[in-house]
Structure formats: structure tokens, C-alpha cells
């Protein structure tokens, strides 16, 4: 049993903790971690996108498909790492560190 002024430090410890690094305390409470969308990968994707129907109008097809494609793989490489976390029940085993 902790003493009141230990209680109350390691209240303070945990609401620091929370402030600091919230990504980690939902992943030690077994909460599902979201992941932000990388804009600069969202905007190189819109870019190749415009860049490859520009190339389609111009009636270079081979260069906008190959754009079209590579706009496609970053798009999908976003869906993959923004994807809903997988739920774990409170008493499982916390997370490696992802290194």
C-alpha cells in the first residue's frame, strides 16, 4: 500500500506520462493506435496521379501507365500503414519496441 504523498507522486508520474508520450500509454492499456497519414506521401501520390493524366492526354500511355502505377503502390502503401490497429485484450503481453 502506497503512502498518500506516494500516491499522489505517482499520479502526477502518470499524468506526465500521458502528456509526454499518449501513443504509448494507449498501447499499454491495450488501446488501438491509429497511425497519421503521412501528407508528404499523400501529395506525391496526387502529384504522380495529375502528372500521369497529363502524360495520358498527351498520348505518352507506356510513361502514365508507369506513373499510374507507381501513384497506386504509394496509395496502398499509405492504406497499409494507416490501417485500424488490431485490438488486444488488457492482460496480454505489451508490444516490442518497433525499432
Same mark, same amino acid.
Given at each position: 500500500?502506497?503512502?498518500?504523498?506516494?500516491?499522489?507522486?505517482?499520479?502526477?508520474?502518470?499524468?506526465?506520462?500521458?502528456?509526454?508520450?499518449?501513443?504509448?500509454?494507449?498501447?499499454?492499456?491495450?488501446?488501438?493506435?491509429?497511425?497519421?497519414?503521412?501528407?508528404?506521401? @499523400?501529395?506525391?501520390?496526387?502529384?504522380? !496521379? %495529375? /502528372?500521369? &493524366?497529363?502524360? $495520358? *492526354? =498527351?498520348?505518352?500511355?507506356? @510513361?502514365?501507365?508507369?506513373?499510374?502505377? !507507381? %501513384? /497506386?503502390? &504509394?496509395?496502398? $502503401? *499509405? =492504406?497499409?500503414?494507416?490501417?485500424?490497429?488490431?485490438?488486444?485484450?488488457?492482460?496480454?503481453?505489451? &508490444?516490442?519496441? $518497433?525499432?
Amino acid at each position: 500500500m502506497l503512502s498518500k504523498e506516494h500516491s499522489r507522486r505517482l499520479a502526477q508520474l502518470e499524468r506526465q506520462l500521458r502528456h509526454d508520450d499518449p501513443d504509448f500509454c494507449a498501447r499499454m492499456a491495450g488501446e488501438p493506435v491509429r497511425e497519421r497519414v503521412p501528407l508528404s506521401v @499523400a501529395l506525391a501520390a496526387t502529384v504522380i !496521379w %495529375a /502528372t500521369a &493524366l497529363l502524360l $495520358a *492526354l =498527351a498520348g505518352w500511355w507506356i @510513361a502514365a501507365t508507369i506513373a499510374a502505377l !507507381w %501513384a /497506386t503502390v &504509394l496509395v496502398g $502503401a *499509405l =492504406a497499409y500503414r494507416c490501417r485500424p490497429a488490431r485490438y488486444r485484450p488488457a492482460d496480454s503481453e505489451p &508490444l516490442p519496441p $518497433a525499432w
